[in-house]
Each structure stands twice: as C-alpha cells, then as structure tokens.
C-alpha cells in the first residue's frame, strides 16, 4: 500500500468516446448513530455542517478538471444521512456538479433517505434539484425490531413517507431491509417484506444482519445481553425471499439486490463492473485512472484537508488532494481478482470472453485450480460464456471469493 496524497492528481486521460463515471458524495451527518451501523456517519456533528457543504463544494471543483474527458451517468448521494440535507445546501452542491460535470441527461441521482424526517415540501424540493431515485433505509416494519436496532422510525412512518414520495413524484423507489435479525423468526421476515411488497417498490436491497465489530450492538452481543443472530434462520430467510420476490415480478441481479425490470441501481452497478467512479466527501472511496484511494473519515479534518487544498492551490497554482488518507494504483493479479469477485456478485456472472478482452488472460489461466474446486462442489456454474454462483454459491459467496484472492507477496529474506 502506498500513500497517496503527495501524488499529482490523477487525470483521465482516454481517448475516444466519454468514459462513463459515476460520482459518490458523502454525507456523514445522522440524528442519531444506529446501534449496528459501522458507516462513516456521526451524531452530535450538526455544528459542521455549515463547513461541510462548502468543503465538498470545494472538492467537487477539485476533481473537476481530472475528469474532463468523462461523462457521469450516475450520481449518488450516501452517508449518513443525506436526507438531513437542508435544500440549500443540496442546490449548492447539485449545482456544482452541473457546473463542473459532464453529466448524462439521463443520468441516475439517487439520494440515501431516512423516513424519519422526511416532509412533503423536502420531497418536492430534492425532486426539483434532480433526484430522481430515493433509497429509503426501513430495514423492519415491527416496532420492536427497529427498537432493536436503534432506528428513529416507526413502520407507520415508512407508509407515510413512501406515500409522500410518490406524491413528490419519484417513480424510482428502493427500500432497505435486514433480515436474520437477534431473535427473528420466519414468519416476522415474512410479515416485513408482504408490507413492503405492499407499497410496490421498484428496487428492494435485502442484508443480513452483522454484528459488525465496534459497534454499540457488538458490545451487547460481546456482554451477553443478546444472543448472536442465527446464520441458519438467515440462509433460510434468504432462500424465500428470493422465491418471493420472484413471484412478484423482481429480477434477483446482485447477492443483496433486488429490481423491476429496468430499475437496477445504475451506480451500484459500477461497483461491480469494476468501472470508474469518484467518490468526495468525508471517508468516500474512489476507483478512478487506475488508482484506488479514499479520504480522511473525520469530518473536521476533511474539511480542514480541503480548506488546505484550496489555499495551496491560491498560493501556488497547483497543489496536491491533501483529503486523500491513502490510496494504492492495485497490480493486474489483484485488478483481475476484483473484478472476478466484484462480477460474482451479479447474479449474471462474469462474461468469460469480456474478461480476456480486458485483462488480455482468460478466467481459466488467472484461476484455474479454484474454479475447477468451486465447479466440483457445485458452487459455481459454467454456461453460455459465462461463469456465476449457483443457488449454494449464493449463500456460501464468501467461501468463493477468499479463493479467488491473489496470493500473498513473500516475506522478504531475512538475515536470521
Ligand atoms: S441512519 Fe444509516 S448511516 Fe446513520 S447511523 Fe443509522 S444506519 Fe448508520
């Protein structure tokens, strides 16, 4: 790993027709730090918001002039919770994109959204800046299950503010859920997702849930004070969703994503097609001219990185993105390996003849022996120039994926 803030910006220079890009702006800012979320957000930060939006502002300019030869089909504001965003703020930022971007007519501009605070008037207001597609983190439609995850909402609410979202006129729907939460059942999952399927959303993410470590939620499991989620209930809650959804007329694309025909997430899909994107805002990870890099995650010090990127660039005429924490330009063994995994993913797996056009090897040379072991044991499947998980490989992806990975340097000799 190599750091990467002294390095000069990286610049797209293709040529040809506009490469697509998709931009990731992140909002850390939440009213209140869910139990299990391990995401770059905070509580308690309102008092930085009003050197946030500027800073980012900021960056968007800075980054700007690298990505001239691009054009951005998709745009996604995540966090946190971006929906907290005053409408001020949101024009500001939206318009410097647009100033800045090459933006796509028809790109998609999706926007993280809590129901908790959602109103009529902020609805309207982000649907005239250009939202065209709303993520709304529900997760649960029991009281006691969100009260089990520290969520503000209530299942009341979610109704409420889908219903007012519609009326805003987003056509573009996806809604978040968990399942395999601490003391589930079948039949509670059931009962969440029949509501949810009630307001006919065009997208659904489904997650399990993990006790991700550091998190207030780790620490009642790690106390006893809960028990640990039950990963069989999962894999069984799981394999009827994917039924379910099915029979109601979603297409399963990705491990945890579910769409409408025509409706996948535009920007998700870049991730696993291994393709560009550029990510600006607190913690935000990029994959951009080959390079992978991501800021500095405290808020404070992003905005203090860019303020510095600024002046430095006042003062001297160019300058270095001092809001990179590090970064590393990824050798081919682990570009190739990403893409395999990150393409795994896609319920249509890897396109083997795209996979030698890009990386010049077939998917046989690069891993051979470990897909003949996941053929055998019927974790992946061989059909029509494709390779992808079967129905098993699904629900034991992991187990793929770590075997996929390139093999460690050596350790260099040593004088004993
Ligand atoms: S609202 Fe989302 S980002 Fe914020 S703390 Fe909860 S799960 Fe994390």
Known sequence: MTTAPEAATPTDTSEGSAPGLGLYLHIPFCSAKCGYCDFNSYEHLDHLVPDYTPALVNEIALWAPAAQRSQVTSVFF?????????LEDLEAIT????ERFNVAPEAEWT??????????EHLAGMRAL??????MGVQSMHADELELLDRQHTPERVVEAVTAARAAGYEN???????????????R????????????PEHLSCYALTVEPETALYYRVQKGMLPEPDPDLAAAQYEWTRERLASAGYEHYEISNWAKPGRRCEHNLIYWRAEPYLGMG???????????????????????AINASVEQRAAEGR?????????????????RADTAILGLRLLEGIDEAAFETRYGVTLEQEFGPALQRHLALGLIERAAGRVRLTDRGLLLSNEVFIDLLPDPPDDPPTDG
């Open 319 to 335: 300058g270095t993105m001092q809001q990179i924490a590090g970064g590393e330009t990824p050798d081919e063994a682990t570009n």
């Open 282 to 304: 607190a913690g935000a990870h990029s994959f951009f001219v080959g390079q992978r890099f991501a800021n500095v995650d405290a808020p404070n010090r992003y905005v203090d």
């Open 130 to 135: 250009g939202i065209n597609r709303l993520s």
């Open 78 to 86: 995540g966090g946190g919770t971006p929906s907290l965003t005053s």
């Open 95 to 98: 318009t410097a994109v647009r």
């Open 173 to 187: 729907l996806n809604l978040d859920l968990i399942f395999g939460l601490i003391n589930h059942s079948e039949a």
């Open 111 to 120: 926007l993280e959204a809590n129901p908790t605070e959602l109103t009529a």
């Open 189 to 200: 999952w059931r009962d969440t997702l029949e509501q949810v399927l009630a307001l006919e």
